[in-house]
């Protein structure tokens, strides 16, 4: 079970009741090469840009097998390890690349096991502090075509075993529907799920009550709507009052929306990462109206995990034909 403190920020939380987590954290996709594949032009500048993010207070980094595959593990191995006793890397198992470099979902127990092995070989770690299973409850996201015929219990045992085994100490999920949130509960204690939720696409909402209700943290991917943001109204006035990025004050309503919340905005440009945690920084500056004022943006009670709004789902296909086309 994950805590949370009570401030009007929750300026951190206690992930699965031991790990004190700032309630900021790093995104690691971007750190590859066009459509997610190989390393990232300026290799030096990732590692660079890893370690800064450590010295400004980042303790929770998000990565997986999938993304390179495996050279954003390794970069984070190299730029970081040995860790910080407070550092937790959170990696995503279970999805992986097809011979196109499409994003696929492969829950098979030998699967798991091996990616796991993978992962803290590529992360230069003993133990994982945080792994999540990718499911495919939510669709239009990356990996989301089901495994065929595998049973949950078996996907998600491989890693209870290897969490008694030593080799993981919490287990959390990345895409759950509500429905399986509570399947994979019935199963072992989950840390922390990571589904869509942001500005304009409130797809995880009954994910997020979910959470909210069983003290999981809930980690929504792309908390910066894939760079939708621009036209957005309701940030103008709160960004131009606090002289704040609309980014950040995006970041900053996240903050405020819920205490189970923790964002990971990723960049590849370390001024980015400044103005991503200065979020931290301007969320209790953000009055009542000016949090209503964002909420109101899009209508969470409309909105349901297998519709993200067209706004939100044309931009993503953008942003994926443009890689597709610079790779």
Same mark, same amino acid.
């Given at each position: 079970m994950t805590t949370t403190k009570t401030d009007v920020t929750g300026t951190e939380l206690v992930l699965g009741g031991t790990d004190r987590v700032p309630r900021l954290g790093y995104g690691a996709m971007q750190l590859t090469g066009p459509r997610v594949i190989g390393l990232p032009d300026d290799t030096a500048g990732a590692i660079t840009l890893l370690q800064r993010a450590v010295d400004e207070g980042v303790r929770f980094f998000d990565t997986a097998n999938a993304y390179g595959p495996r050279t954003v593990n390794q970069l984070i191995g190299r730029a970081l390890s040995p860790y910080r006793d407070d550092v937790i890397i959170g990696n995503k198992v279970g999805a992986d690349r097809d011979a196109t470099g499409g994003w696929i979902v492969d829950s098979r127990p030998e699967t798991i096991r091996a990616q796991v092995?993978?992962? #803290? &070989?590529?992360?230069?770690a003993d133990a994982s502090p945080l792994t999540y299973l990718r499911l495919w409850g939510d669709s239009q996201a990356p990996g989301t075509t089901p495994p065929d015929a595998i049973p949950l219990e078996d996907s998600l045992g491989?890693?209870?075993?290897?969490?008694?085994?030593?080799?993981?100490?919490?287990?959390?999920?990345?895409?759950?529907?509500?429905? #399986? &949130?509570?399947?994979?509960?019935?199963?072992?204690?989950i840390a922390a799920v990571q589904n869509r939720y942001n500005l304009l696409d409130r797809s995880g909402v009954e994910v997020l009550a979910a959470c909210e209700a069983d003290g999981i943290a809930f980690v929504p991917f792309f908390p910066l709507a894939s760079g939708a943001l621009t036209d957005v109204d309701a940030l103008t006035r709160p960004a131009r009052r606090l002289n704040a990025s609309a980014s950040t004050i995006a970041l900053a309503w996240l903050l405020r929306r819920s205490p189970a919340i923790v964002p990971i905005p990723g960049t590849k440009s370390v001024d980015h990462l400044l103005t991503n945690i200065d979020a931290t920084r301007i969320a209790p500056e953000l009055t009542q109206d000016e949090v209503t004022a964002l909420t109101a943006?899009?209508?969470?009670?409309?909105a349901r995990l297998h519709l993200m709004p067209p706004a939100a789902a044309d931009n993503l296909a953008r942003r994926r034909a443009a890689t597709a086309t610079t790779s």
């Open positions: 092995d993978d992962a #803290l &070989l590529d992360l230069r491989a890693l209870v075993d290897l969490r008694d085994a030593g080799k993981i100490r919490h287990i959390g999920l990345s895409g759950a529907s509500p429905e #399986l &949130l509570r399947a994979t509960q019935a199963i072992t204690p943006v899009e209508d969470d009670d409309a």
